[in-house]
């Protein structure tokens, strides 16, 4: 039978409490605990009717979701309110149609951070054949169209957000596909440096941002327990892209030119992104179709709107949330300078054998990324994301050191006119850097939803904590290869690559910071 909720149905379903870092974005509770999602019920632009439906078994219910909260808030101190609980009810967590939706995000993450992870390719050949002598050919000029490509995959996302909140999910898709499909398309006719600009850079890259924040956020609505797996494994499609892309441009470019080289990546890219504009769909409506669950103004039809922002200012007063934006953007400042010019590090230094060439690392680093997309996102589900993102961090701030000493003492051997001695050293640092990397980049989706209280801000929290990310992205590699000039001077690749440990330093600080005002708020919620 439905009913109105009562008080007492209220504080029944209070109990049941739901793990964030598990729990799908339609989630009323907030970091601070229960008082501020209760004081979100009686406000009446925030409130809305829920029915439910009564069991006979709802007691034994209550009891067991108590228990799984008292699992939940010992690992997260977050203890989430009676609109979670009501919510997640439905929530397949597996069946044909999630895993599909799985099947199409990893298609998504191909379009998207597996085109990034392919530009190391792109930047040594820019410099050393098609911009060779040409304005742009400089390593920071290169770099800016890499950076501008994955910064504005995220800089989108500050719109990209709000209107995936409206219920745009299959506009953002099918116009991101078809942007990136006609900018990779575009790139192969470039000749000169603004051309690779526009198509390569700001073309490529808002199609990008149309398509990854929904892909990603969909998933939420079909996966509870598993959502940071199912993440990881659709995130594996950027590695792998980054392994097969840059061996197979590095392969056809000599025998059938750029143009056609580039134009065969396009028509993978093309016959890929058939699966997602298919299959892909959200489970739980959104925008208008969802006011009446989300609270707002009644249209004449009786559906109920919601205002969507740009910018949500509630998320300045969560500590977890401020650090945890800090941490992002310092870690994409710096995260991707080895992606960018670790190619070109081993070709400046004459580190290679006749059967490992330079772009190989770019190769190494993708699939130690493979790897960092599913077990961290594993292993999250069990201990939680933040905590995993933290010791992902602050391993690549070890490797980033140890790089620099690989670069030290390849000085040195240069000058004894051997540099392939330390191949061996920059495999390992490129394999486990993958790894460690791809575990940040895999759960960061996981990290904001788990820190996002409502249903109707996720959203846009994805699409704020983008924007500070992809401001980073934009001027973090063109700042490493200002550093770095020409990449002949050894004294100039310490600089850039300590920039570059040194910005992940700063970002493992930001999230200890995030972490350890978690443990505090648990305390203060258990009094």
């Known amino acids: 039978m439905e009913q109105e909720t009562t008080p007492s149905a209220k504080s029944a379903r209070d109990r049941k409490w739901i ?148 219920g745009f999910f299959r506009h953002l898709i099918v116009g991101g596909m078809a942007l990136i499909v006609f900018g990779q398309f575009m790139t192969s006719l470039c000749t000169a440096y603004w051309q690779l600009v526009l198509a390569q850079g700001v073309a490529v890259g808002v199609g ?100 969507r922002a740009l910018f949500d200012a509630s998320a300045l007063r969560e500590v977890p949330f401020v650090s945890m934006v800090v941490a992002a953007f310092a870690s994409f400042l710096c995260l991707y300078v080895p992606f960018f010019f670790l190619q070109l590090f081993a070709q400046r230094r004459d580190i290679a054998v006749p059967a490992f060439r330079p772009f190989y690392l770019v190769t190494m680093l993708n699939v130690g990324s493979i790897f960092g997309r599913v077990l961290p996102n594993a292993l999250a589900d069990r201990i939680g994301s933040i905590n995993v993102v933290l010791v992902c961090s602050a391993t690549c701030a070890v490797l980033l050191f140890g790089w620099l000493g690989i670069s030290s003492e390849t000085a040195d051997a240069l000058v004894r006119g051997d540099g392939s001695g330390h191949l061996g050293g920059l495999v390992v640092f490129a394999l486990l850097y993958g790894l460690f990397s791809g575990g940040i980049v895999g759960l960061m989706p996981s990290v904001i939803i788990s820190l996002s209280p409502d249903f109707g801000r996720v959203g846009t929290r994805m699409g704020m904590v983008f924007f500070v990310s992809g401001l ?46 978690l443990y505090y708020k648990k305390r203060s919620l258990r009094g």
């Open 19 to 166: 793990d964030p870092e598990k729990a799908q974005d339609t989630t009323a509770s907030s970091l601070f605990g229960r008082d501020e999602a209760e004081a979100d019920e009686t406000c009446p632009s925030g409130t809305s009717e829920i029915t439910v439906e009564e069991e006979e078994d709802e007691e034994d219910e209550v009891e067991e979701g108590a228990e799984q909260a008292e699992n939940d808030e010992e690992r997260t101190g977050t203890a989430p309110s009676g609109h979670a609980a009501s919510a997640q009810s439905d929530i397949p967590d597996g069946g044909l149609t999630a895993w599909l939706q799985v099947l199409c995000a990893w298609v998504a993450m191909v379009d998207t951070w597996g085109i990034v992870n392919t530009f190391g390719v792109y930047q040594t050949y820019y410099e050393t054949d098609l911009l060779l002598g040409k304005p742009g050919g400089a390593s920071t000029d290169v770099s800016w169209i890499g950076s501008l490509q994955g910064s504005l995959l995220m800089l989108v996302g500050f719109l990209a957000g709000p209107l995936y909140d409206a």
């Open 208 to 307: 990008m941002g149309l398509l990854f924040l929904p892909a990603t956020a969909v998933l939420s609505q079909y996966f509870l327990r598993r959502r940071a797996l199912a993440i990881g494994i659709s995130t594996t499609g950027s590695p792998l892209a980054g392994i097969v892309f840059p061996i197979l441009f590095s392969r056809l470019q000599p025998r059938i030119g750029f143009g056609w080289a580039t134009r065969v990546i396009a028509f993978i890219l093309l016959g890929l992104s058939v699966v997602p504009a298919v299959f892909m769909r959200p489970r739980v409506a959104t925008g208008a179709r969802a006011g009446a669950s989300a609270g707002g103004a009644t249209n004449n039809n009786g559906t109920t709107r919601r205002k």
């Open 472 to 517: 980073s992205l934009l001027i973090g590699p063109p700042i490493a290869g200002a550093i770095l000039g020409d990449g002949s001077l050894a004294r100039r690749w310490l600089g850039t690559i300590g920039f570059s440990a040194a910005g992940i330093s700063v970002a493992t600080v930001a999230w200890v910071i995030s972490r350890v005002s």
